[in-house]
């Protein structure tokens, strides 16, 4: 018993799959996870240390160089950057794109073993060494807290509190607050005091410091039991700071006699935040990676409306990013697009094969469709755009097998044939060819999938999709078309109509006969149009990701090195009222000192820099952003034109950082100056590019006090007392800890008026131990000297770098502009030891495309293989891979005239019309080798097979590109969609002529033949 008689006479198997693969697919639908983007490992650590007192220069030596050199030492390790900043040195680890992401904790942990030796090796009062492995974690569900008349902690210790609640809700992985600023007890002295008393300041610190430590009191037994003995802990309230005795003799002072207790914040905040304005701190809420982040997002709004009526009036949240909700409208409009791509092919094919065979096609279609998503949730696959997408692209692929199966068997019926014999007749014919073209259309789609980097892992589901719905809808082609098709194929009796009559047909006959007679000039013409296609293809604008489709942007304000935060924050105050007056803004969040949470996966968060200032804008209408973009960085930079002012649109997908990039390493900071000097006014000279600029900055002053040694040392006074002293006098010095629940307050000794500006620091008194008294400052201190010094020296695998970087206008192509600029800036001449490298849209778009390189070989090797295999011999196979270089010319001609970028997604596009073409060349020469086999005449089995497969290949490409219609109007698809649209169109007219002539080339087939 054949195949088709045992799936018609026996349709339990059939109805089974029918059940499994409709309730499965609404079952699932409700179960798998769903995503706005889908998710990717980022694969970088940030490794700090702390070095209180060092120079940028002293940091980068005795620090960040024993730290590098520990971590070079992985073999797991892609590259190193580094900043090296006074007190502070930060090393960012990026692990190459070949490790799995699974692989991590095992990495990170890694990297802590090899930085013990290195922690050891460092210089007194310099670390720990502190890894930041959680650098990825993305709190999609984040808010503005503002409270009217609430004090910053008072709105922390409000968060905190929510913060245990929210940590509860099943699915939350972690909360986030940032914005609070440090409270203190602050000990406010006037040096004067302690000169009248001859009082060394060292009296008070040492107090302060030992009379609120935690120390073990031991152990005491009684009887049978062993009793654990504490000491009572010193402080439980500010005013016992102030109780604490100072002093010696019988009568000591308290601290409360000669100074000012009181609670307050730091002299210096590492970051404020505002919302419209208004003071506020952030609250950021990440979910499981494993679980729906739709569900999460509503447990967690219903646990705050529970709270609601705990939150105390005046407390409000401001929703910044609702990654459930704008998750939900994506899934919801992808899936319409889902549904409008289906309904365009059933309408296709009901107007072109009539609506039985329509119906037929459309149930089978609508069923792989359901089974796909079934088989998504059974493998752990999301719901997101790149998973949604590779359904509508492979919509007309999946209706493929079928369209042939179901032409040919409604071709036989209508000729007389029953339904049983029809689609035996038919599936002997083409289900191998089917499922051989089937897989190698997969295998067009394999080097995403087997691309190792974060843009591979980023549209690893396009792969995954596409081979669980192409396998599927050969399986439902060819269990469940014959078994439909015998319920509504209408049967005739036996008659002599001509299925071929119709004007289309004869047209295209007379067409191939026509190039079939002139097969040199034909020949020539195929090839003339693809060299010049190929050719044209240079003047294709380029690009990268496209920009995001969230309605918001960045400006970021870069204000002049060792700028004081308060400062910033006083400039990004007037930057705040000049954005909020203007229409198309309807809400404007600030954060002063570095940026905010990672609150989706594209964006990089700013790293800590009291010199900076990140506005996140939204905006009323996203077709206002690119409009108004020139008008507000033209405003930012006449208000302030010391600060260096770039106005950023998140992309779609990995990446990131400015357009253009131009990195110079070397070893002399001086010479690197000069050349990034060079660059810049390269840059500057091209008038498509903006937001020019470097990472190093300008050199900031600052004040060395040059200690006398001989006279220190014969006054008994210490470099380290003179460092007190002065820290002292401004924001001063950190001499115990407050205890209050589970936080730990700083208590701070400085100045009751601090110092401002050289001259008043030599008024100051130093104890000296000799004299048992005060002496001025300037008996050890020969002076002050004002130097100027780096502030931030930045390395890229241990070497010194300077990143040159800009922007486009809006309207400019980065590509096109990077390849204007690119052969100006390679001329410049680098002295020896030096070298420079590009980073931007440029390194990003070739290392993603470089990784898809690496794997494609294989996968075109597999094409050819498996195209070889099928018919056994080479000429047939040779046949059909000619082909593939012909789908250039639509793909040209698509994107100049309608004015689309070939970037990563037109490429993934690109590289499917392979398989797309492969595949109706394949169901082609079967047909025609088919006939040969069966003794027609090879010239009429060349125009006949050619002329019978018409309707399938025109149908399986038709509802190909008509079923991309509803991507055109998708951000992210729209130019991967006009490159399959225009290239598959194109290519399709060109494959029906060119594959019967280069049969008839290689098989030497002759007019006379028929």
């Known amino acids: 018993m054949n195949l088709a008689r ?104 890694e990297l802590r073993d090899k930085l013990k030796p290195a922690e050891d090796a460092l210089p007194p009062n310099a670390g ?20 009217q008349g609430y004090t910053p902690a008072e709105l922390y210790d409000y968060l905190k509190d929510l913060r245990r609640d929210v940590l509860a809700v099943s699915g939350v992985a972690n909360v986030e607050i940032q914005g609070n600023q440090q409270e203190e007890v602050v000990v406010v002295i006037d040096q004067a005091v302690l000169v009248a008393n001859n009082l060394r300041a060292s009296e008070i610190y040492d107090a302060l410091s030992v009379h609120n430590a935690v120390q073990p009191a031991g152990a005491e037994r009684s009887q049978d039991l062993r009793i654990r003995v504490t000491a009572d802990k010193g402080y439980s309230s500010v005013e016992a700071v102030a109780a604490v005795p100072i002093g010696r003799g019988d009568s000591p002072l308290t601290l409360g006699d000669i100074a000012t207790v009181r609670r307050g914040y730091a002299e210096q905040p590492s970051k404020l935040i505002r919302y419209n304005g208004e003071p506020a701190l952030s609250f950021g809420v990440a979910g499981l990676s494993s679980e729906n982040i739709v569900e999460i997002g509503e447990r967690v709004e ?128 083409t289900k191998w060819a089917l499922l051989g073209a089937t897989v190698v259309g997969i295998l067009a789609f394999s080097g995403i999938g087997l691309s190792p980097d974060s843009v591979g892992e980023f549209c690893f589901s396009l792969f995954a999709v596409a081979a669980i719905s192409l396998l599927l809808s050969w399986l439902l082609a060819v269990a469940l078309t014959p078994l439909f098709g015998s319920y509504l194929f209408k049967r005739y009796e036996e008659n002599d109509r001509d299925p071929y009559g119709k004007r289309l047909y004869q047209r295209y006959r007379k067409g191939l006969d026509l190039a079939l007679r002139h097969r040199p000039l034909g020949v020539v013409i195929m090839v003339g149009l693809t060299v010049a296609c190929a050719v044209g293809f240079r003047y294709v604008s380029q690009s990268f990701f496209p920009p995001s489709s969230t309605p918001l942007f960045y400006l970021d304000l870069h204000f002049p090195q060792g700028t004081d935060i308060h400062a910033t924050s006083e400039h990004a105050a007037e930057a705040e009222r000049w954005l909020l007056d203007q229409d198309y803004v309807s809400e404007v969040a600030t954060y002063v000192g570095g940026g905010a949470s990672r609150f989706m996966l594209v964006y990089d968060p700013q790293q800590p820099d009291p010199a ?24 930012m930079v006449e208000r302030f034109p010391q600060a260096d002012v770039q106005v950023i649109r998140p992309n779609f997908g990995p990446g990131g950082g400015s357009d253009i990039e131009y990195r110079i390493s070397g070893r002399d900071p001086g010479t690197l100056r000069s050349l990034s000097q060079q660059v810049r006014e390269l840059y500057s000279s091209n008038t498509s590019l903006t937001a020019i600029d470097d990472d190093w900055g300008q050199p900031v002053t600052s004040v060395r006090a040059v200690v006398n040694d001989s006279r220190a040392r014969a006054a008994g006074v210490t470099r380290p007392q003179v460092a007190q002293l002065l820290a002292y006098a ?117 290392d993603a495309q470089s990784s898809l390189g690496k794997q494609m070989p294989l996968s075109f090797l597999a094409m050819i293989l498996i195209v070889l295999l099928m018919f056994g011999r080479t000429k047939p196979g040779l046949v059909v891979l000619l082909v593939v270089p012909m789908s ?45 086999e069966n003794g027609t005449p090879r010239y009429t089995a060349l125009v006949n097979g050619a002329q019978s497969r018409l309707r399938p290949v025109a149908l399986a490409s038709g509802t190909t590109i008509l079923g991309m219609i509803p991507l055109l109007w998708d951000p992210f698809f729209k130019d991967m969609a006009i490159t399959i649209m225009g290239g598959l169109a194109f290519a399709t007219l060109l494959t029906m002529i060119a594959v019967p002539l280069l049969y008839a080339l290689f098989y030497r087939v002759s007019a006379e033949e028929c």
């Open 6 to 109: 045992r799936l018609i006479e026996q349709p339990l198997y059939g109805w089974l799959l029918v059940l499994l693969c409709g309730i499965g697919g609404a079952m699932a639908y409700f179960e798998i996870g769903r995503l706005e983007d889908p998710s990717f490992t980022i694969k970088v650590a940030i490794v700090t240390t702390v070095y209180p007192g060092a120079s940028a220069l002293e940091v980068e030596r005795e620090v960040t160089e024993k730290v590098e050199s520990a971590i070079q030492r992985m073999e797991q390790i892609d590259h190193l950057e580094s900043r090296s900043l006074p007190g502070y040195s930060e090393v960012h680890v990026e692990i190459l794109s070949s490790v799995d992401g699974s692989e991590l904790p095992a990495v990170w942990t």
């Open 128 to 147: 720990p060494i502190r890894v930041n492995d959680d650098f990825g974690d993305v709190y999609g569900l984040y808010w503005a807290v503002t409270g």
């Open 302 to 429: 219903q646990r705050l409306r529970q709270l609601e009526p705990e939150r105390p009036r005046g407390i409000e949240l401001h929703p910044l990013y609702q990654q459930h909700h704008i998750v939900d409208e994506a899934v919801s409009g992808f899936v319409v697009n889902v549904v409008s791509s289906i309904a365009i092919v059933l309408v296709v094919l009901c107007l072109s094969l009539g609506w039985r065979t329509g119906a037929v096609l459309g149930i089978v279609l609508a069923l792989t469709v359901s089974g796909t998503v079934a088989l998504m949730w059974m493998f752990g696959l999301t719901l997101q755009r790149i998973s949604l997408g590779a359904l509508i692209i492979v919509m007309g692929m999946l209706a493929d097998n079928a369209i042939v199966i179901g032409e040919g068997m409604q071709l036989r019926v209508e000729q007389g044939m029953t339904p049983t014999r029809a689609a035996g007749q038919i599936l002997d014919q």
């Open 612 to 635: 900076y200032v990140q506005f996140i804008i939204r905006v009323k209408d996203i077709e206002q952003i690119d409009p108004q973009r020139p008008r507000l960085e033209a405003a």
């Open 730 to 846: 401004g924001d001063g010095v950190e001499a115990g800890v407050y205890r209050e629940d589970d936080e730990l307050l700083p208590i701070m000794v400085r100045s009751a008026s601090p110092q401002r500006g050289v001259e008043p620091l030599r008024q100051l008194q130093v104890y000296s131990r000799t004299h048992q008294q005060y002496i001025p400052l300037g008996e050890v201190v020969d002076r002050f000297e004002v130097v100027t010094e780096p502030e931030k020296i930045y390395r890229r695998n241990r070497l010194r770098t300077v990143t040159v970087s800009a922007d486009a206008v809006v309207g400019a192509n980065a590509m096109d502009v990077f390849q204007n600029l690119r052969p100006r800036v390679e001329a410049l001449q680098l002295p020896y030891g030096y070298r420079g490298e590009w980073g931007g849209q440029y390194e990003d778009s070739t």
């Open 888 to 932: 250039i010319c639509g793909v040209t001609l698509s994107l100049l005239i309608f004015g689309g970028s070939f970037g990563f997604m037109a490429l993934l596009g690109f590289l499917s019309l392979f398989g797309m073409l492969i595949k109706n060349a394949i169901v082609l020469v079967e047909e025609i080798e088919l006939q040969i």
